[in-house]
């Protein structure tokens, strides 16, 4: 069956990831606990320990220990590290050996986005997940593109007390995309892409529902695969091919099409007053997939729409606080707090982000009245603001 | 044998292309989805219709109306199938989304919220959040697939034995109708629950 049940060792694994990671050549410098949006606020976190305890073997405190659910993944301490070390791999190969041990996480949410990810795992679901899609929107039965539309469907209902609407960016997103001249597939049946699985260290019901996408994406007959959710893109785009090889089609970033269409003069807004914006960078977009011009490209194209950068932006921009649904703490929210603040502080009064994971989190963190009374910001979802300004 | 699975695996992809071959051996991988782990023995059961399919069902209830309800409905000696597996509840709006996903991942073939008339709440609020959470958990199942009817919401309160008797006979019967959850046994860890009430304790 799968892999991570039968004859292999994690153990053999969290060590040939402390090589590949390059973890092994920390000198202990400090400098990713000290740019880490977690420990600035958390100081029982840091990813130097973290990291020293798994080069050292100390299996006993890992397993035990919350922190180790605690890192957004977002890669900061990357950027920082002169070492180069990748904590992203070294994360995600701690959390399932230490998930292979025993050792779990707090899911936020009551666990309820976990429990239906893993529900997508069965072969025998027959999803009615497009219920969303109108005749406004030009969907075609086959061709060359698809459109993978993500988790958009549910955490529209589960998250839909934070404001939130997710499906609001899917269907701006493929507007943009018939404006652009693309009518995409859909998979009726489309599963999560299993981002939130994988970096949670459960790599046996990952595998399983990127096995199902990708057997769905192989009988459409898709050759290019367009994603609009920056986890969605990554996992596809890294994930899959790395544990099932030559997947057979292209993967897009929406940004990168849209950018690109812009560029040749395809795709034309229309004004809507003045606004000033600015944007925040998803970590998955940015710092894991080296996308940072592509999004901007698109605001910039808004007619009297303004992108003043916070100071904290591309390769230093700061997560929005939680990661993989994962121990959501009161230090989320101030990571949160000081986020808005710091979006506020550029004199924008519409803070875009091209995740549906920043939408919701920021947009939670909004709902304390005192912060939403100090900074008067709106948080708006990138694909639904630019297909807003559609000429 | 060998010959065979390879004139199988090689239809799709003729002899003379020797140049493709390295590169489909691994993508060959992720065709082979895994089958789910159990499960298909409670499948069977339904199937021959024999009445062998006892559905396993979660039932949320509130401390304050569903659960004194249940009670009663047994001081009272009124007959309800025992197919229910009842978790009390301080308030059924405690019961978010995660819990009932969890039931039915973990293999339930239904699921029953059971709280307080909104006038009733102990709390005030709580049997609208009841309400609320509910409407989300129903949409997401609905979504998934899975069976709408697999989840009910009821507002039971402490005096209405006999409507908490009624709702089991139906939930229950509903739930033969439709059959055995298609999650059942495809989790992880298969929800353990005793055969007949009252075998484990805890």
């Known amino acids: 069956m799968a892999a991570a049940e039968e004859g292999v060792d994690l153990r053999k694994e969290l060590a040939e990831a402390l090589k590949k990671s390059r973890a092994l050549l920390c000198y202990e410098c400090g400098k990713c606990s000290g740019v880490c949006p977690v420990a600035r606020f958390d100081r029982s976190f840091s990813p130097r320990s973290l990291l020293v305890r798994a080069v050292r073997g100390e299996d006993a405190t890992l397993i035990e220990d919350v922190n180790v659910w605690s890192c957004l993944t977002c890669k900061l301490c990357d950027t920082r590290c002169p070492a180069a070390i990748d904590y992203g791999l070294l994360t995600k190969s701690v959390r399932a050996f230490v998930r292979h041990e025993g050792g779990e996480g707090m899911c936020t949410h009551g666990g309820a986005v976990h429990a239906l990810t893993r529900i997508m795992t069965s072969k025998e679901l027959e999803q009615d997940r497009l219920g969303w899609v109108d005749d406004s929107l030009k969907i075609s039965k086959k061709g060359d593109t698809l459109f993978f539309v993500g988790c958009a469907p549910y955490f529209d209902v589960v998250f839909s007390e934070t404001g939130a609407k997710t499906l609001d960016s899917a269907k701006g997103a493929i507007r943009l995309l018939n404006a652009a001249g693309v009518e995409p597939m ?206 | 044998m060998p010959n065979k699975d390879e004139k199988k695996a090689g239809a799709p992809s003729k002899e003379d292309q020797p140049a493709a071959k390295p590169r489909k051996k691994k993508s060959v991988l992720w065709r082979e989805i895994p089958e789910p782990r159990a499960g298909a023995a409670r499948r069977e059961d339904a199937d021959r219709g024999d009445g062998g399919f006892e559905p396993r069902i979660v039932a949320f209830a509130c401390n304050w109306c569903s659960y004194p309800a249940a009670d009663a409905a047994g001081i009272s000696k009124l007959q309800y199938p025992p197919n229910a597996r009842i978790i009390r509840v301080m308030c059924a709006g405690r019961v978010h989304p995660g819990f009932v996903l969890r039931a039915l991942e973990l293999g339930a073939d239904g699921v029953l919220v059971s709280g307080c008339h909104f006038e009733d709440c102990h709390y005030l609020f709580g049997a609208r959040r009841a309400a609320e959470q509910f409407e989300k958990v129903a949409e997401i199942v609905r979504m998934l697939g899975i069976g709408p009817e697999r989840v009910r919401y009821e507002q039971i309160s402490a005096a209405e034995a006999p409507k908490f008797a009624r709702v089991m006979h139906e939930f229950v019967e509903e739930i033969k109708k439709i059959g055995p959850s298609p999650l059942a046994g495809t989790a992880e860890g298969e929800l353990e629950v005793p055969d007949a009430v009252g075998e484990e304790r805890t």
């Not at chain 1, 929406?254 to 606004?275: C, M």
């Open chain 1, 186 to 391: 859909l998979l009726p049946n489309e599963r999560c892409c299993g981002h939130d699985l994988l970096w949670n260290g459960d790599v046996e019901n990952f595998r399983m529902l990127a096995q199902q996408n990708l057997a769905m994406i192989e009988e459409s007959g898709a050759k290019r695969v367009v994603v609009s959710c920056p986890e969605g893109y990554a996992t596809m785009k890294v994930d899959y091919p790395n544990h099932f090889g030559d997947l057979g089609f292209e993967v897009v970033h929406l940004t990168e099409l849209l950018a690109g269409e812009i560029e040749e003069g395809n795709l034309e807004f229309e004004g809507d007053g003045e606004t000033t914006v600015t944007f925040q960078d998803p970590c998955r977009l940015g710092r894991h997939m080296g996308i940072y011009d592509a999004p901007r490209a698109i605001i910039s194209a808004l007619p009297g729409v303004e992108l003043i950068d916070m100071q904290r932006s591309r390769e230093r921009g700061i997560c929005c606080g939680v990661g993989g649904w994962m121990n959501c703490t009161s230090f989320s929210k101030m990571i949160q707090a000081t986020r808005l603040r710091e979006a506020k502080s550029t004199g924008a009064s519409v803070l875009v982000t091209a995740c549906p994971k920043c939408e919701i989190h920021l947009k939670c963190a909004l709902k304390e009245q005192m912060l939403r009374d100090e900074l008067q910001i709106e948080v708006r979802d990138l694909w639904e603001l630019a297909a807003s300004r559609l000429a």
